[in-house]
């Protein structure tokens, strides 16, 4: 009786409780009902559905059936985009419209460039046109006559065996760059192989007669191939860290990402102006050195403030309470809306040291990852670990990351114009937590200057992310000069800017990435001082509608927001955003 009764207790006591829960996170269902949508949002859908569908048809990297395919799926879909009559849609759409359009030019593009990533392949990867035809035909339910498959996969292994025997001639290698990509196609070639063959090894019994010992074959030349290339054209060995290779686009690569990101700078002129950034860091980083005890020797000041972190297995400790006062910050003084349900979900995990050889720094969103010193970890590294994650850094990291950053953003961008989701840009996603850095900044949030110091070392390596990785894909800088800059002009640990570097080139970033951070907070920056520093919008206003719009380009935000900023079917207009 005594046990029924304090059941009975301890619910009528959780239930208001559980009610109070659930009203703060039901929205206003009137007002989300009632909230305008654009007319094109079934035609986002559509595309980006269709998109996936075809995705997941034509899954062979660098396939000419692949990409015959997309471009006559995207060709099309732009033509009947232009028989809109875009002068009679309301705005929303007319910046979707714009939005497509533009999404599928550089659709088109990236297909373009593709090919000739393929072509500087070709002479890597001799048996690559067999066996497409040979994956595309199975795709296709066509079955091959089984004696013809098995002298095809003997032709394709004799290909490697020749293509071997040319390499030996240093005239016939490629550079380390086209023998990396080839060596990642191989990787994924193989994979689609060891698919073909299951579909009729075993199943199909006059096919595995034929194939049997042939397809054996072929795959160990494929492992073979890679290592080669991977060993002996690369320089990586198995075992050690991956070489930091990366591969760069270009001038003209670069061009066409400025246009898709409807940024309408050159690469040297955006170089030029986070050289100009930087340049006025420098000034504010002497000035705290000043108020330290240092004189004007900021890199004396940075490395002290790096000895300043927290003690061994209290760093999640730390980044609770840092998360915590952010979000108290922000709140109080009425800057953003901050749902409830967005404080309750976040989480927290600890990066392994694995990962933190590739990121060095907080990862977050939704769920934080903590890098931090972990018992596999040399002694060294795990000083390296804690200096680099020091307290005055982290505490522009930790907002950086979870709110008013990233995963105030990923939670409304769930909830607010989810068919935009397929125009997502760094220069949005990163630009908005580092508009917050640059932001709070204004507002006094540093408040020593050894504070000021940790949230300049992140602004200088925003505007080094600039020049490093513009100066890379230019040709002008190899991924060792880009460590020696990182660590020489921002003070970097030598193991946190490899990884950095390697985190930049290495993985699967697209080539504007790096730079989107700064230069998406100085897009905002300017957005903002246009209609919150105007007196047009309410700083909480500003903010809500921005991530209310959803992803895209800074410059669609802008038109979004300002009715005045002119919208026609020839593209976004020239925005200059910096002073």
């Known amino acids: 009786m005594r046990s029924i009764t304090l059941v009975l207790l301890c619910t009528l006591v959780t239930l208001p409780v559980a009610a109070q829960a659930r009203d703060s996170v039901v ?111 199975r795709r296709r339910l066509v079955r091959p006559d089984p004696a013809m498959a098995a002298r095809q996969l003997e032709a394709m292994t004799a290909s490697l065996a020749a293509a071997r025997t040319a390499m030996a001639t240093p005239a016939n290698r490629p550079t380390r760059v086209v023998a990396l990509r080839a060596a990642e196609a191989v990787a994924d070639l193989r994979r689609e192989f060891q698919g073909w063959l299951r579909f009729y090894q075993g199943y199909d019994a006059e096919m595995t007669w034929w194939i049997a010992e042939p397809a054996k074959r072929f795959d160990e030349a494929l492992v073979g191939w890679r290592r080669y290339l991977r060993e002996q054209l690369v320089g990586a060995k198995e075992g050690e860290d991956e070489p930091i290779v990366g591969d760069p686009i270009g001038a003209d690569g670069l061009a066409e990402e400025l246009r898709a990101e409807m940024i309408a700078y050159t690469p040297a002129e955006l170089i030029a102006l986070a050289e100009r950034e930087y340049a006025g860091l420098v000034v504010e980083a002497r000035r705290a050195a000043r108020e330290m005890g240092f004189g004007d020797d900021w890199k004396a000041a940075a490395e002290r403030v790096k000895d300043d972190f927290a003690p061994v297995g209290t760093q999640a400790l730390a980044v609770r309470d840092m998360a915590r006062e952010a979000i108290t910050w922000v709140e109080t003084r009425d800057l953003v809306t901050v749902p409830p349900l967005a404080k309750e979900i976040w989480r927290m995990e600890m990066m392994s040291a694995e990962q933190q050889k590739v990121s060095p720094f907080f990862l977050g969103g939704e769920v934080i990852l903590v890098s931090s010193p972990t018992d596999g970890m040399t002694d060294a590294e795990k000083r390296m670990t804690l200096r680099a994650n020091n307290l005055h850094g982290s505490r522009a990291t930790v907002q950086h990351e979870l709110i008013p950053g990233h995963h105030l953003q ?67 800088w190899t991924p060792e000069q880009c460590i020696d800059f990182l660590v020489d002009a921002v003070g970097h640990e030598r193991a946190s800017a490899t990884g950095e570097v390697r985190r930049s080139f290495n993985g699967t970033y697209s080539p504007l990435y790096q730079a989107g951070y700064l230069l998406g907070g100085m897009q905002l920056r300017s957005v903002f001082g246009e209609l919150v520093t105007e007196g047009r919008m309410s700083e909480r206003a500003f903010h809500d509608a921005v991530l209310e719009v959803g992803p895209m380009p800074i410059a669609m935000v802008r038109a979004l927001l300002d009715p005045r900023v002119p919208l026609t079917r020839d593209g976004a207009p020239a925005w200059r955003f910096a002073p």
């Open 27 to 137: 929205p206003d269902l009137a007002a989300l009902l009632a909230r305008p949508r654009s007319e094109l949002v079934p035609l986002l859908e559509r595309w980006a559905t269709d998109r996936q569908a075809l995705g997941r048809r034509y899954t062979v990297d660098y396939s000419p059936q692949r990409r015959a395919r997309f471009r006559s799926f995207h060709a099309a879909w732009h033509d009947s985009l232009a028989a809109l009559p875009f002068e009679r849609l309301t705005r929303p759409a007319q910046v979707d419209w714009l939005l497509l359009d533009n999404r599928l030019r550089h659709e088109l593009a990236l297909l373009d460039r593709e090919e000739r990533l393929a072509t500087e392949m070709a002479p890597v990867l001799p048996f690559a046109a067999t066996l497409f035809d040979l994956l595309e035909t």
């Open 410 to 476: 990923g939670f409304a961008a769930a909830r607010n114009g989810t068919a935009r989701g397929i125009f997502g840009t760094p220069f949005y996603t990163e630009g908005w937590a580092l508009w917050w850095e640059l932001h709070l900044w204004d507002l006094g949030f540093p408040l020593t200057p050894e504070n000021r110091m940790g949230m300049l070392f992140w602004r200088m390596h925003r505007a080094a992310r600039i020049i490093f990785s513009l100066r890379f894909h230019l040709g002008e």
